[in-house]
């Protein structure tokens, strides 16, 4: 058994090492419920968080409220989180810059940033999902503006409110840069929030974006009544599909058995908070997706997850029947009932047949 000294040491390093940690400077852009309720995290933590979203009057009533009631309503901000309305504001003299938008401007606010930093030292970001244009991964697009950047991904299985709530999180923290992963794990780690390095940029991407596109899956299944069995085969089944295209990419296996990949897939398959699976939920009521869109009032990743995912395995030449079949009912007009179907009735096959 260890010595009670060596406890003592241990426990004197870490307190060490959450003092060396705290009192960044860090510069938190996109003001949705994610990058929001990083930003309460991160603040919580004792660093000084710089808030910008790129809605002025939005801005405004998060100074004058003191916390956001568009999203995360009776959550008062720290101390140390700081609405900003400029985005300069938001990046002067930061130790860190931290993406939070969706996916799809995701590329515009890094050429925004570029026009302020042109060569920031470190870029970390919260997004989920590819650029829309070339369907390229996050890391990709990040790397051709910041080419000498260290670059790094937050991800993992995360509902924005128990964040800001402090409930219970644990997260993947993924950087070729070692050093970066552990500093910026370091920012997020606390009492209520563990977080774990990588290396894999692309698995941890991948497992990231494509989980959006089971839970509509997922939803639609459930919306349609077809039960616990059918929902536990669609995750299982879904992982499997994930894990074909991220490894077709360069990603690493055991990142998809891990928070990135199976841990996020089942948080968004399995509970309404996810609006994923609130998509898929109103589409098997019958509802169309602009109806479902303005109903959950928020991004859905998934959307868009579908068709660039869709198009991306047939270009590798990976077979994704359950995101064919999503895709087939965003956008080729296949019923959500008839989707389902017709995946069950798929032939049988060897459970580890790799296809």
Not at 47 to 60: A, N, R, S, Y
């Amino acid at each position: 058994m260890p010595s009670r000294c060596s406890n003592s040491r241990k426990d004197s390093r870490r307190n060490t090492e959450a003092r060396r940690m705290a009192g960044q400077r860090i510069g938190v852009i996109g003001a949705g419920s994610w990058g929001t309720a990083l930003g309460i995290l991160l603040a919580r933590h004792g660093h000084q968080v710089l808030l910008w979203g790129h809605e002025p009057q939005e801005m405004h009533h998060l100074q004058q409220d003191g916390e956001n009631r568009r999203y995360l309503p009776g959550l008062p901000f720290p101390s140390g989180l700081h609405p900003v309305v400029e985005l300069e504001a938001a990046l002067e003299g930061v130790d860190e810059i931290l993406i939070v938008v969706p996916s799809h401007a995701f590329e515009k606010v890094l050429q925004r940033v570029q026009e302020l930093i042109p060569a920031p030292h470190s870029l970390s970001w919260a997004t989920k999902g590819l650029v829309p244009q070339g369907r390229r991964l996050l890391h990709e697009a990040a790397s051709s503006i910041f080419p000498n950047a260290s670059l790094a991904v937050i991800s993992g299985p995360t509902f924005a409110a128990e964040v800001a709530r402090g409930l219970p999180t644990a997260v993947t923290v993924a950087s070729s840069d070692t050093e970066h992963a552990r500093k910026l794990a370091g920012y997020l780690h606390g009492d209520s929030f563990r977080a774990y390095t990588s290396s894999d940029l692309v698995g941890v991407e991948v497992g990231g974006a494509a989980k959006n596109v089971m839970a509509i899956a997922a939803g639609i299944s459930d919306g349609l009544g077809f039960g616990a069995n059918a929902r536990a085969a669609l995750i299982t089944r879904g992982l499997a599909e994930i894990t074909r295209l991220g490894l077709a990419l360069g990603g690493e296996h055991a990142t998809f058995m891990g928070l990135a990949g199976l841990g996020d897939l089942v948080l968004t398959c399995t509970d309404d908070q996810s609006r994923n699976r609130r998509m898929g939920l109103a589409l098997a009521r019958g509802l169309t997706i602009e109806e479902a869109k303005r109903e959950i009032g928020q991004e859905v990743e998934g959307l868009g997850a579908a068709r660039d995912f869709h198009h991306k395995a047939r270009e590798l030449g990976v077979e994704m029947p359950i995101t064919a079949a999503v895709h087939q009912v965003l956008y080729q007009g296949l019923a959500p009932d008839a989707a389902v179907r017709a995946l069950l009735a798929r032939h049988p096959r060897d459970e580890s047949d790799p296809i």
